[in-house]
């Protein structure tokens, strides 16, 4: 036996270092939640979660897009609503107006609703818009048959681009041509209600033609929102498997750790005894 070098001793001293150092690590993890703390802790499965994390705040921001999308789309289907109602509205007044019944001065306070309703129509069309973008007062469309375009990202990926038509729904684009256009419906030319009629007719159609693009496009931006967000969740499940611990095996773990830390503390007291005890035991030989 070596008084020297106490193995024992150092021996239980190791077990003792390697114990409080795993309770350190169970504590830390308890404490955090987290069973990556730092670099050291896991470097491999460290950069996948990075990854992930990266990945999961990419669908976010495209799932964000995709809301706004949505929500821009149905302010501006709340607006052809209000267009449509006036639409209907001024088909109403046209046939009223147009009876032999009336005189010229009915027809007059008529036309002035018709009116009233066209200036609806163009603030409808000019005031319009959902953080500063208007869909509804593209000048550059002479033929809403043949609309604009802007573009909004879809995805998280490069290329995940989506158009969103835009359109002039103005009273002097609204009509058909060859016919007319709304601006035009006058009452007070007795023989034009056919020519009136069939402007608000092809007003009309073209609003539900709009309105229908602008449904398509909103059903398919909630459809990818949708898939967007159970992606979104399958990913963050991928990297709360890597990353977050898991509390009640920490919890065993650091229970075990402080019984062999306690216990290395005791056989330590024990151990560093001996040598003393074997000297006395040779003094008595002496």
Known sequence: ?????????????????KALKTQETAFNRISTGLKINSAKDDPNNLG???????????LQAAGRNLQDGASMLQTFDGALNSVS????????????????????????NIQKEIDQ????INSVTKNTEFNGVKLLDDQNVTDNNK???????????VG??????????????????????LEQVNLLDENSKD???????????????????????????????????????????????????DIAEEMMNYSRESILVNSSIAMMVQTNKLPQDVL?????IK
Not at 48 to 58: A, D
Not at 117 to 120: I, P
Not at 208 to 237: D, H, P, T
Not at 280 to 284: D, K, T
């Open 1 to 17: 036996m070596r008084l020297n070098t106490n193995l024992m001793s150092l021996n239980v001293y190791k077990g003792y270092t």
């Open 48 to 58: 996948q979660s990075e990854m992930l994390r990266l990945q999961i705040r990419g």
């Open 85 to 108: 109602e006036s639409l209907t509205r001024m088909k109403e007044l046209v046939v009223q107006g147009s009876t032999g019944s009336l005189n010229s001065e009915d027809r007059a």
């Open 117 to 120: 309703l066209k200036e609806h």
């Open 147 to 157: 609309p604009g375009f802007i573009t909004t990202s879809i995805g998280a990926n």
């Open 160 to 181: 995940e681009l989506a158009k969103i038509p835009t359109f002039n729904t103005s009273t002097t684009m609204l009509g058909k041509d060859g016919v007319g256009y």
């Open 195 to 245: 020519k009136n009629l069939g402007i608000i007719d092809s007003a009309v159609n073209s609003v539900n033609s709009i309105r229908s693009k602008y449904g398509a496009v909103q059903n398919k931006f909630e459809s990818l929102s949708q898939g967007l967000g159970e992606i979104s969740q399958a990913v963050e499940n991928a990297d709360s498997s890597l990353r977050d611990a």
């Open 280 to 284: 006395q035991i040779l003094e008595r």
